[in-house]
């Protein structure tokens, strides 16, 4: 299975048999769902990271990532009109 990451505007795949960081290590000890937001490499992104089971077994843990560059960049641009307005 290859799993694709998008860093910045680049993108890898990772392949299997190949150890690579998880985006999110905190999310790993998860037993439910759940969203969190990291920073890789100075890119804020929002990882979910969901385990896997088989047959009650837990398998691992598949965790996908977006960046927030767009969510920030509107945020901050919220605040400077807020400012300016008030």
Not at 6 to 30: E, K, N
Request: aromatic share 6%; no cysteine; proline share 8%.
């Amino acid at each position: 299975m290859l799993r694709p990451a998008w860093i910045g505007t680049t993108a890898r795949l990772y392949q299997p048999g190949r150890l690579q960081p998880a985006f999110d290590p905190t999310g790993l000890q998860s037993s439910k769902p759940i969203f969190r937001d990291v920073f890789i490499q100075d890119f804020h992104l929002r990882v979910l990271s969901v385990p896997l089971e088989v047959g009650g077994r837990p398998i691992g843990t598949l965790q996908l990532a977006t960046s927030l560059a767009v969510a920030d960049a509107t945020l901050r641009a919220l605040v400077t009109v807020l400012l300016i307005g008030s």
